[in-house]
C-alpha cells in the first residue's frame, strides 16, 4: 500500500515540471511535483522566452502572462546582438535579432497575440510553480526520486526526503520525468536516445557589475566577444549575456573538453570578465562559476508505458537558439491534457502514444539546430582570419587588413557581413520558434496534402489550418468591438471548434457528441451579427475553410482536423473524428 496517492507524479519543479503541473491544476487533474533541492532554480539559466511558451503562458490565464512581462527584459531591448573585441573594444558587427528588425518585427506581430521576452529562470520558474501549487498541485521540496516499477494500473515510486532520510511512496497513474539532463527517470524506463553528452566544455561566471557605458546604447540580451581561444568549447564564441539592464551579467567561455575542467574561483572568474568587458580595473561582484557540458543528445521515444519524460530529461543542447527552457514548456502544454483526458477517463490510454509521436522529432529538430548554430559561428572567425590559433599579433593582423582598400579587404568585408547575417539561424528563427506540426493518430487528416513552405522554415512562421498545426492566431472581435485572439477563444483543457454563418450545424454535432462522450466542447460561430465577429476579414483570410466549414482545435492549440464545408451527416462525421483522436 502506498503512503501516497495521485493521478500525476512529476519529478522535478524546472520549467517543463511545473508547467506540467500548472497546466494538470488548471484542468483539475490530481498531481504532485518534487524537487531534490530546498527551492527552484537558484541561477538565472533559460532567459530566451518565445511567443509560443508566452502562449501557453496565456492560456494559463492572463495574470500569470501578465506577470511573466512584468519580470521580463522587453523585446525592444532584446535586439541589437553586436560581435565585439571586448565590451570597451572595437565593434566588428552587428546583426537585429529577436525580432528587432522591422520586417522580422512584424512577423512576430502577425504570428502571435504574446511577445517574446527575456526572462530569467529565477523568475519563470516561481511563476509556474507558484501557479501550479495555488490551483491544487501538492509539492515537496527537498524530495529525491530513487525509483519507479510501475505495472498495468498504474505507478508506484520510491521517494526519498532527503530532510530525515525516510523513504515513502507514490502510487500514480502516470510518472511524469522531468527531472533535468541527467535523468533518472528516462534511465530507469530505458528510454531509447542518440547522441552524444559532454562535446564541448563551458564555464559560467555569473555576476554583478554596472557596464551601462559599454552597452545601454545598443540594448542587447548577448554580446559575442571575438578573443583567442573564443572558439573554443562553449557555445561558438565568448558570451557576455545580459541576466538584468545593465547590472547582472553572466558570461561563458569554453574551455577544451579533452583537459581537466577549469576550477572558477574569484581570481579566475574575475580574469575572464575583465578580458571580455575590456576593462582591466573592472570590479565585480562574484556572484556564483560553475562548469557545463555542451550536449548534443535527444530520446527517439519519450515515453514507456505509464512513464513519460519531458524538457531536458529528453532533449539535451546547448543553450544556442535559447530552445531549452522554451521546448520543456511546449512539452508540458502538449502532454498535460492528454494526461487529463486519460485520467479522468474521457479519452484511451492509446491518446498518450501520442505524446511521443508528435514531441520526439520536435526534440531531434532543436538539439540538431542548438548544436549546428554552434558550428555556424565558424564563418565569421574564418572571414577574421582567426583560425584556432592564439596568436594575438596574427590575429590583429588579419583583423586590421579588413579596413584597407584593396579588392582582397573587400572581398572580407563582404564575407563578414554574411558570415554575420547567416546567424539569423541562431538568433532570428522565428520558423524554428512557431512552425511545429504534429503527425500522429491525434491528428486527423482532410486529404489535404500539406502546405509547403514558401519562405525558409526556419526563418519565418507560416500559419495554415492544415491539420497538425497550431491555430492561427488573428484578432477577432466581440460584440462590444473588443479584440481577441482566435487562440483566446480556445485552450484552457478544452477542445474548440470554429466555424461561420451555415456552420451551426457543426456546433449541434459538437454539443451532443461531445455529450455522449461525456467530454464537453466548446464552440464558436464566427461571422456577423454572431458572437464573435471578423471585422478585419483576417479570420477568413487564414482559416482555408468556407464560411460552413470548421476547424477543429485541441487543448494545446492544434488543429485536429478540418472540414471545408458542411458535411451531409455533421454528427456522424464529428463522432468518427473525436473518437479516432481520443481513441475510443
Ligand atoms: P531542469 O533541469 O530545469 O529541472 C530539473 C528539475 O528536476 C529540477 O527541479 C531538479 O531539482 C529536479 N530533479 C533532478 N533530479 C531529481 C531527482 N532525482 N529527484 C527529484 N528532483 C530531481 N538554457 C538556455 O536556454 N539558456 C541558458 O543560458 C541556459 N543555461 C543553463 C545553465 C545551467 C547551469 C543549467 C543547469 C541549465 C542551463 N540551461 C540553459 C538549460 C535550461 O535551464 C534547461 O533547458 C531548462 O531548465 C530545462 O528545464 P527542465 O524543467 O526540463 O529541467
Same mark, same amino acid.
Given at each position: 500500500m502506498a503512503d501516497i496517492v495521485t493521478d500525476v507524479l512529476i519529478i522535478g519543479t524546472g520549467p517543463a515540471g511545473s508547467a506540467t503541473a500548472a497546466l494538470l491544476s488548471s484542468q483539475g487533474v490530481a498531481n504532485m511535483a518534487v524537487n531534490r533541492y530546498r527551492w527552484l532554480a537558484n541561477t538565472p539559466r533559460a532567459h530566451i522566452t518565445n511567443q509560443r511558451t508566452m502562449e501557453v503562458l496565456r492560456d494559463l490565464g492572463r495574470e500569470v502572462e501578465d506577470e511573466a512581462y512584468l519580470h521580463a527584459a522587453p523585446q525592444d531591448l532584446m535586439g541589437e546582438n553586436v560581435f565585439c573585441e571586448s565590451l570597451a573594444g572595437e565593434e566588428i558587427g552587428r546583426m537585429k535579432s529577436w525580432g528587432k528588425h522591422p520586417l522580422s518585427r512584424a512577423e512576430h506581430i502577425l504570428t502571435s497575440p504574446c511577445r517574446m521576452n527575456d526572462l530569467p529562470q529565477t523568475f519563470m520558474e516561481p511563476i509556474l510553480f507558484k501557479t501550479a501549487c495555488a490551483r491544487g498541485t501538492q509539492s515537496r521540496m527537498s524530495t529525491e526520486y530513487v525509483s519507479h516499477e510501475q505495472d498495468a494500473q498504474g505507478v508506484t515510486t520510491t521517494l526519498r526526503d532527503r530532510l530525515d532520510g525516510r523513504t515513502f511512496t507514490v502510487r500514480s497513474k502516470f510518472l511524469v520525468g522531468? $527531472? !533535468?539532463?541527467?535523468s533518472l527517470v528516462a534511465e530507469h524506463a530505458g528510454l531509447p536516445f542518440e547522441g552524444r553528452m559532454g562535446v564541448g566544455g563551458s564555464m559560467n561566471i555569473l555576476f554583478r557589475a554596472d557596464l551601462s557605458r559599454y552597452v545601454a546604447h545598443r540594448p542587447s540580451v548577448l554580446y559575442w566577444v571575438m578573443q583567442p581561444g573564443a572558439d573554443v568549447g562553449g557555445i561558438g564564441m565568448g558570451l557576455v549575456r545580459m541576466v538584468r539592464p545593465w547590472n547582472e551579467w553572466l558570461i561563458v567561455w569554453g574551455y577544451d573538453i579533452n583537459q581537466p575542467a577549469p576550477v572558477v574561483d574569484e581570481a579566475l572568474a574575475t580574469q575572464v570578465a575583465r578580458q571580455l568587458v575590456g576593462d582591466p580595473d573592472l570590479q565585480i561582484e562574484l556572484l556564483s562559476a560553475n562548469t557545463w557540458t555542451v550536449n548534443n543528445m535527444y530520446a527517439? &521515444?519519450? &515515453?514507456?508505458g505509464r512513464v513519460f519524460i519531458m524538457g531536458d530529461a529528453a532533449h539535451r543542447h546547448p543553450p544556442s537558439n535559447g530552445l531549452g527552457s522554451n521546448t520543456s514548456i511546449q512539452d508540458g502544454f502538449n502532454l498535460a491534457w492528454k494526461l487529463g483526458m486519460v485520467a479522468k477517463g474521457q479519452a484511451s490510454p492509446a491518446l498518450l502514444d501520442t505524446y511521443s509521436a508528435e514531441r520526439a522529432p520536435i526534440a531531434k529538430q532543436i538539439v540538431t539546430r542548438a548544436n549546428q548554430s554552434i558550428a555556424e559561428f565558424g564563418p565569421i572567425f574564418e572571414a577574421l582570419g582567426m583560425d584556432g590559433g592564439v596568436d594575438t599579433d596574427k590575429i590583429q593582423r588579419n583583423m586590421a587588413a579588413r579596413c584597407d582598400a584593396t579588392p582582397a579587404a573587400e572581398t572580407q568585408r563582404e564575407a563578414l557581413r554574411r558570415a554575420i547575417a547567416d546567424k539569423c539561424y541562431e538568433f532570428d528563427a522565428h520558423g524554428v520558434e512557431m512552425n511545429q506540426r504534429y503527425r500522429s493518430s491525434a491528428i486527423v487528416t482532410d486529404g489535404q496534402p500539406e502546405p509547403p513552405f514558401e519562405k525558409d522554415p526556419e526563418l519565418h512562421a507560416q500559419l495554415t489550418t492544415w491539420p497538425g498545426s497550431r491555430l492561427p492566431h488573428a484578432w477577432v472581435f466581440d460584440r462590444q468591438g473588443r479584440e481577441i485572439s482566435t487562440l483566446d477563444l480556445c485552450g484552457r483543457g478544452q477542445f474548440t471548434l470554429l466555424t461561420g454563418i451555415g456552420g451551426e450545424g457543426w456546433v449541434e454535432a459538437a454539443q451532443r457528441v461531445g455529450a455522449s462522450l461525456g467530454l464537453p466542447i466548446r464552440a464558436h460561430v464566427i461571422g456577423p451579427r454572431r458572437a464573435i465577429e471578423d471585422h478585419t476579414g483576417d479570420w477568413a483570410r487564414a482559416r482555408?475553410? !468556407? $464560411?460552413?466549414g470548421c476547424i477543429l482545435v485541441r487543448p494545446d492549440h492544434h488543429v485536429c482536423w478540418r472540414s471545408a464545408g458542411l458535411a451531409s451527416d455533421p454528427e456522424a462525421e464529428f463522432g468518427r473524428v473525436l473518437t479516432a483522436i481520443l481513441g475510443r
Open positions: 522531468a $527531472d !533535468g539532463g541527467n527517439t &521515444h519519450m &515515453h514507456k482555408e475553410i !468556407g $464560411d460552413a
